[in-house]
């Protein structure tokens, strides 16, 4: 006769310690390549939408196993003909059930995966970051504001604080132990409010950051910016989004696509519309300045504005371009200019910048391959000033 | 639950009687109830109550999970071990049907983990579940050792992961030590009688070298690892403990379709001796045409569709002899089942078919006829089981430079180079020096060379 074990709920969560490594080993595998992760579309178009979640790979298992040109026997519909494709479908299941190994089951790819949210993902890469150090460089906050808070009651006070519940109850306490202490009182007399009842609410005043930024992206439209090019700006400018967030509770972000004229667009067209035509620099920051100035006064907002280029301005505009970027380093938390160059060719403006700006907010950037984006956006929020 | 115990205890009488009059012999049955939370960790542990911790364990948790939270598999139906007794688990969430389909199943399962040579020869179920508790403890004080602990370990492990299926093919094999090698190729060499030298070409041919490591090309790499490496005692003692795992698990890899098909043919026997009631028995031949048809989406094969059918076949078609399917299930493996008993008949009536893999699609190569079923038929048998792993032997071990020489043997099928590298890479860690790898890739012989530096260069040969 079998033996029947009854169920018990020991409560126990076996695998929480493997399940636990296991998630430390593909966070530690996410931050190794990151640079792939970030670079890659999906992420990148749905940056307002936190709550999309990142398939990763789970940890995969190494072994020896076949790869191409392996054969296989399955069963059919019968209609199949010798030479007939069939396309290679999306990751396949073994079949999970049976008292078997599972280990033998998948030959090779694993089919699980992980997720995690944006939110973690911008963990992550952040955590390596030194920030303390940045905030205090880069992210000094506006402090304006100062909110009051209600916490604990005091006898003193002025009368718009007066708490009058705690009055009322102070009141009664009074009259309980005046009734204990006179046996004739009669509870329905008269017992008015005295001096030593009133109470009044203790007030904290908390100093409150400005929590207001926006986030300004210039970026070049001419016909030199080609998609890949803008496809790495885009990585760029998600980077920031996503960082200046997190530090602020109100951001807005603002779009200005420039050719030798510029105009605040949608982020659609900022990264899908291409332009023809020269390039004056000038043209986008002197927009940008208008705009700062209609809309985000520097003292109540934090600014933070990054100009995307490939760097090829028409020579006469250089000049305005420097003295506007000048004017941007002063009003903006950070101004940065990224250089968008799949070669390694100098570019004038650049150097200009180096040369003559003198500003902490001044960041300078410059990117060749996707491989680039999280190197170059960690040094710009590190380093005091590239030269 | 929406039965008692002792409604389960009730059918299980029932079911053991049926079981005992069709002539099953198995081990003492032990049924323990769980809970779906409790049935996933049992899969993700293979279904031992104590397993050693690994990060591999929590992801087959978690992909588990998503299969089942995704719907991408059906019920957790059934978990049975290898031991004696045999223990088996009970989701409580499931029907009442489903359990008593899931008892008469195991009782299947049980029978041929009592009586196939595989297991018999390759297992000790007596020591089971004492075997992994042992295992268990000895790698947990390894961790806790202040000496050793958890990071040493995994790196072991996920090595000795990497490597496990690198093993012999045959079960049970008697394994030789060097000196008996040395004994019998000596022998082999020794001059012959005089009579027949005459006819003997051999007298030319040289002994092999007697110093050379290893003596024999060795596929059991793990082994050879603990022979030869300057590994310290704890880091062999855990290579051991994953070889011997393995060994436990490889009967139940080389008979997955014989033993599933096994367990599917003796529930079905069984449920229609119950006398089910009429709601129920609808239940049972619904949830046993799921179990055992064949997958209809993408090109899979479902192990249970296969064996149910052979194991069918072979009945229909010995209607004297009773005694013949029990001859197969205690005789034969997975390969050697599908070479002797999935006959044309039945690749045609499952509508088989053989595909080729390319780059972006996959090729149909050949499909159940005349022509075409033998093939079928032969690809199936040599990819089923340990045949799934490719063959990669250690052939010489060059002291002077600590370099390890190892062959691929293609037979047809290329390694997947990604998987390849970083496996070597793992066993570079343990191995301390160079690593060459012969192979072939797109029909050229090429070597893969893991250096000390974990550096991989692919080079022809």
Same mark, same amino acid.
């Given at each position: 006769?079998?033996?029947?074990?009854?169920?018990?709920?020991?409560?126990?969560?076996?695998?929480?310690?493997?399940?636990?490594?296991h998630?430390e080993?593909?966070?530690?595998?996410?931050?190794?390549?990151?640079?792939?992760?970030?670079a890659?579309?999906s992420?990148?178009?749905?940056?307002?939408?936190?709550?999309?979640k990142?398939?990763?790979?789970?940890?995969?298992?190494y072994?020896?196993?076949?790869?191409?040109?392996?054969?296989?026997?399955?069963?059919?519909?019968?209609?199949?003909?010798?030479?007939?494709?069939?396309?290679?479908?999306?990751?396949?299941?073994?079949?999970?059930?049976?008292?078997?190994?599972?280990?033998?089951?998948?030959?090779?790819?694993?089919?699980?995966?992980?997720e995690?949210?944006?939110?973690?993902l911008i963990?992550?890469l952040?955590?390596?970051?030194?920030?303390?150090?940045m905030?205090r460089?880069?992210?000094?906050?506006i402090?304006?504001e100062?909110?009051?808070?209600?916490?604990?009651y005091?006898?003193?006070?002025?009368?718009?604080?007066?708490?009058?519940?705690?009055?009322?109850?102070?009141?009664?306490?009074?009259?309980?132990?005046?009734?204990?202490?006179?046996?004739?009182?009669d509870e329905?007399?008269?017992?008015?409010?005295?001096?030593?009842?009133?109470?009044?609410?203790?007030?904290?005043?908390?100093?409150?950051?400005?929590?207001?930024a926006?986030?300004?992206?210039?970026?070049?439209?001419?016909?030199?910016?080609?998609?890949?090019?803008?496809y790495?700006?885009?990585?760029?400018?998600?980077?920031?989004?996503?960082?200046?967030?997190?530090k602020?509770?109100?951001?807005?972000?603002?779009?200005?696509?420039?050719?030798t004229?510029a105009?605040?667009v949608?982020?659609?067209?900022?990264?899908?519309?291409?332009?023809?035509?020269?390039?004056?620099?000038s043209?986008?920051?002197?927009?940008?300045?208008?705009?700062?100035?209609?809309?985000?006064?520097?003292?109540h907002w934090?600014?933070?504005?990054?100009?995307?280029?490939?760097?090829?301005n028409?020579?006469?505009d250089?000049?305005?371009?420097?003295?506007?970027?000048?004017?941007?380093?002063?009003?903006?938390?950070?101004?940065?200019?990224?250089?968008?160059?799949?070669?390694y060719?100098?570019?004038?403006?650049?150097?200009?910048?180096?040369?003559?700006?003198?500003?902490?907010n001044?960041?300078?950037?410059?990117?060749?391959?996707k491989?680039?984006?999280?190197?170059?956006?960690?040094?710009m929020l590190?380093?005091?000033?590239?030269g | 639950?929406?039965?008692?115990?002792?409604?389960?205890?009730?059918?299980?009488?029932k079911?053991?009687?049926?079981v005992?009059? &069709?002539?099953?012999?198995?081990?003492?049955?032990?049924?323990?109830?769980?809970?779906?939370?409790?049935?996933?960790?049992?899969?993700?542990?293979?279904?031992m109550?104590?397993?050693?911790?690994h990060?591999?364990?929590?992801?087959?948790?978690?992909?588990?999970k998503?299969?089942?939270k995704?719907?991408?598999?059906g019920?957790?139906?059934e978990?049975?071990?290898?031991?004696?007794?045999?223990?088996?688990?009970?989701?409580?969430?499931?029907?009442?049907?489903l359990?008593?389909?899931?008892?008469?199943?195991?009782?299947?399962?049980?029978?041929?983990?009592?009586?196939?040579?595989?297991?018999?020869?390759?297992?000790?179920?007596?020591?089971? &579940?004492?075997m992994?508790?042992?295992?268990?403890?000895?790698?947990?004080?390894?961790?806790s050792?202040?000496?050793?602990?958890?990071?040493?370990?995994?790196?072991?492990?996920d090595?000795?992961?990497a490597?496990?299926?690198?093993?012999?093919?045959?079960?049970?094999?008697?394994?030789?030590?060097?000196?008996?090698?040395?004994?019998?190729?000596?022998?082999?060499?020794?001059?012959?009688y005089?009579?027949?030298?005459?006819?003997?070409?051999?007298?030319?041919?040289?002994?092999p070298?007697?110093?050379k490591?290893?003596?024999?090309?060795e596929?059991d790499?793990?082994?050879?690892?603990?022979?030869?490496?300057?590994?310290?005692?704890?880091?062999?003692?855990?290579?051991?403990?994953?070889?011997?795992?393995?060994?436990?698990?490889?009967?139940?890899?080389?008979s997955k379709?014989?033993?599933?098909?096994?367990?599917?043919?003796w529930?079905?026997?069984? &449920?229609?001796?119950?006398?089910?009631?009429?709601?129920?028995?609808?239940?049972?031949i619904k949830?046993?045409?799921?179990?055992?048809?064949p997958?209809?989406?993408?090109?899979?094969?479902?192990?249970?569709?296969?064996?149910?059918?052979?194991?069918?076949?072979i009945?229909?078609?010995n209607?004297?002899?009773?005694?013949?399917?029990?001859?197969?299930?205690?005789?034969?493996?997975?390969?050697?089942?599908?070479?002797?008993?999935?006959?044309?008949?039945?690749?045609?009536?499952?509508?088989? &078919?053989k595909?080729?893999?390319?780059?972006?699609?996959?090729?149909?190569?050949?499909?159940?006829?005349e022509?075409?079923w033998?093939?079928?038929?032969?690809?199936?048998?040599?990819?089923?089981g340990?045949?799934?792993?490719?063959t990669?032997?250690?052939?010489?071990?060059?002291?002077?430079?600590?370099?390890?020489?190892?062959?691929?043997?293609?037979?047809?099928?290329?390694?997947?180079?990604g998987?390849?590298?970083?496996?070597?890479?793992?066993?570079?860690?343990?191995?301390?020096?160079?690593?060459?790898?012969?192979?072939?890739?797109?029909?050229?012989?090429k070597?893969?060379?893991?250096?000390q530096?974990?550096?991989?260069?692919?080079?022809?040969?």
């Open positions: 006769m079998a033996i029947f074990k009854k169920y018990e709920n020991t409560g126990k969560d076996r695998s929480a310690e493997d399940r636990r490594r998630r080993l593909v966070e530690d595998s996410i931050k190794k390549n990151i640079s792939d992760i970030i890659d579309e992420i990148i178009g749905k940056s307002k939408d936190k709550k999309i990142i398939p990763i790979k789970g940890l995969k298992e072994r020896f196993v076949h790869g191409n040109n392996k054969s296989g026997v399955a069963s059919g519909s019968g209609e199949e003909k010798r030479g007939d494709k069939i396309s290679k479908p999306q990751k396949q299941q073994g079949s999970g059930q049976g008292g078997s190994d599972q280990a033998g089951n998948e030959e090779g790819e694993d089919i699980y995966e992980t995690i949210t944006i939110e973690e963990d992550y952040f955590e390596d970051l030194d920030l303390p150090y905030e460089k880069k992210l000094s906050q402090e304006t100062s909110t009051f808070k209600k916490s604990g005091k006898k003193k006070g002025i009368p718009p604080r007066l708490a009058k519940k705690r009055t009322m109850i102070e009141r009664i306490k009074r009259k309980k132990a005046y009734a204990r202490a006179h046996d004739d009182f329905e007399e008269r017992f008015p409010f005295h001096d030593q009842d009133l109470r009044y609410y203790r007030i904290k005043e908390e100093e409150r950051k400005e929590s207001n926006v986030v300004i992206c210039i970026m070049d439209t001419s016909a030199s910016m080609n998609q890949t090019k803008k790495l700006a885009r990585s760029f400018y998600f980077l920031l989004y996503q960082f200046i967030q997190m602020y509770q109100n951001v807005e972000i603002v779009f200005i696509a420039h050719t004229t105009k605040e949608t982020e659609d067209d900022f990264f899908h519309k291409g332009e023809s035509g020269g390039t004056y620099i043209s986008g920051y002197q927009k940008g300045l208008e705009i700062i100035e209609q809309r985000y006064d520097p003292s934090n600014v933070y504005c990054f100009h995307c280029s490939d760097g090829d028409w020579s006469e250089n000049q305005k371009a420097l003295e506007y970027a000048k004017k941007l380093c002063d009003v903006c938390n950070l101004f940065g200019y990224g250089e968008i160059k799949p070669n060719t100098r570019s004038a403006i650049k150097s200009i910048y180096s040369e003559n700006i003198d500003s902490d001044l960041a300078l950037v410059r990117i060749t391959k491989e680039d984006i999280w190197p170059s956006f960690k040094e590190e380093s005091d000033k590239e | 639950m929406e039965f008692s115990i002792n409604e389960l205890i009730e059918w299980n009488k079911i053991e009687d049926i005992d009059r &069709l002539g099953l012999d198995y081990y003492q049955q032990e049924f323990e109830i769980c809970s779906f939370e409790d049935m996933i960790s049992y899969q993700a542990y293979s279904g109550p104590a397993r050693y911790p990060w591999s364990y929590g992801k087959a948790y978690e992909r588990i998503t299969f089942y995704y719907n991408l598999t019920l957790p139906y978990m049975v071990i290898n031991s004696n007794p045999c223990l088996a688990y009970l989701m409580k969430e499931n029907s009442l049907l359990q008593i389909l899931t008892m008469a199943h195991v009782y299947g399962h049980n029978d041929f983990f009592k009586n196939n040579r595989l297991f018999r020869e390759g297992t000790n179920a007596e020591y089971t &579940l004492e992994f508790k042992n295992h268990a403890k000895r790698i947990r004080e390894y961790i050792n202040p000496g050793i602990g958890y990071q040493r370990v995994e790196r072991i492990l090595t000795a992961h490597l496990k299926f690198q093993t012999s093919k045959v079960i049970n094999e008697k394994k030789l030590t060097r000196k008996e090698k040395i004994k019998r190729i000596k022998e082999k060499y020794q001059p012959q005089k009579e027949f030298q005459l006819l003997t070409d051999k007298k030319d041919e040289q002994m070298d007697l110093n490591i290893p003596l024999e090309p596929e790499i793990l082994s050879f690892l603990i022979e030869y490496s300057d590994l310290e005692d704890w880091e062999k003692d855990i290579l051991q403990i994953v070889i011997d795992e393995t060994a436990y698990f490889i009967p139940q890899l080389e379709i014989m033993n599933e098909g096994w367990a599917s043919y529930h079905y026997q069984i &449920l229609n001796e119950l006398d089910l009631p009429q709601g129920m028995h609808l239940e049972f949830r046993h045409n799921q179990l055992i048809s997958n209809e989406k993408g090109l899979n094969l479902n192990p249970y569709y296969i064996g149910y059918k052979i194991f069918n076949n009945k229909e078609k209607p004297d002899q009773a005694e013949k399917i029990f001859e197969v299930r205690k005789l034969e493996r997975d390969e050697s089942f599908i070479r002797k008993y999935l006959t044309f008949d039945l690749i045609r009536e499952m509508k088989l &078919l595909y080729d893999e390319k780059k972006r699609y996959y090729s149909i190569s050949e499909v159940a006829d022509g075409g033998r093939e079928i038929r032969n690809t199936l048998a040599n990819s089923v340990m045949n799934k792993f490719p990669i032997k250690i052939v010489e071990f060059s002291k002077k430079d600590n370099i390890l020489y190892l062959q691929h043997e293609y037979v047809g099928k290329e390694l997947k180079m998987y390849a590298t970083e496996t070597l890479k793992y066993m570079m860690e343990l191995w301390g020096g160079p690593i060459h790898l012969e192979t072939i890739i797109d029909n050229e012989a070597k893969i060379i893991c250096d530096d974990k550096e991989i260069t692919v080079k022809d040969s």
